[in-house]
Nanobody, 120 residues
Framework: QAQLVESGGGSVQAGGSLRLSCAASENIIRFDDMGWYRQGPGKQRELIASITNTKITWYADSVKGRFTISRNSTTNSMYLQMNSLKPEDTTVYYC??????????????WGQGTQVTVSS
């Protein structure tokens, strides 16, 4: 059972930067897709950035041009560089990893979440 541990959250003023890290307990080469989600109070968890094991990336419009996702198999970690942060980016961020299985099914892993707070 793989484990994901996020770090790097915190408080920052609008316009500032933070770098989130997601450390995996095993080699991330195993994971076909990895991504960052965020979830505000009373809201659904939403995908904001994803990266495949071939480094193909996708971003939600709300973060495109400000956030950069990356993954490093040497450190077994995924990262989210967040620049030009806005107060509306304030919420809990979760990392996610998907291991696809033969037949089309898959196993999904989640981190515990890390709080990001952006003040105006």
């Amino acid at each position: 059972q793989a484990q994901l541990v996020e770090s790097g959250g915190g408080s920052v003023q609008a316009g500032g930067s933070l770098r989130l890290s997601c450390a995996a307990s095993e080699n991330i080469i195993r994971f076909d897709d990895m991504g960052w989600y965020r979830q505000g109070p009373g809201k659904q968890r939403e995908l904001i950035a994803s990266i495949t094991n071939t480094k193909i990336t996708w971003y939600a419009d709300s973060v495109k041009g400000r956030f950069t996702i990356s993954r490093n198999s040497t450190t077994n970690s995924m990262y989210l560089q967040m620049n030009s942060l806005k107060p509306e980016d304030t919420t809990v961020y979760y990392c996610n990893a998907v291991l696809r299985l033969p037949g089309g099914s898959g196993v999904t892993y989640w981190g515990q979440g890390t709080q990001v707070t952006v003040s105006s």
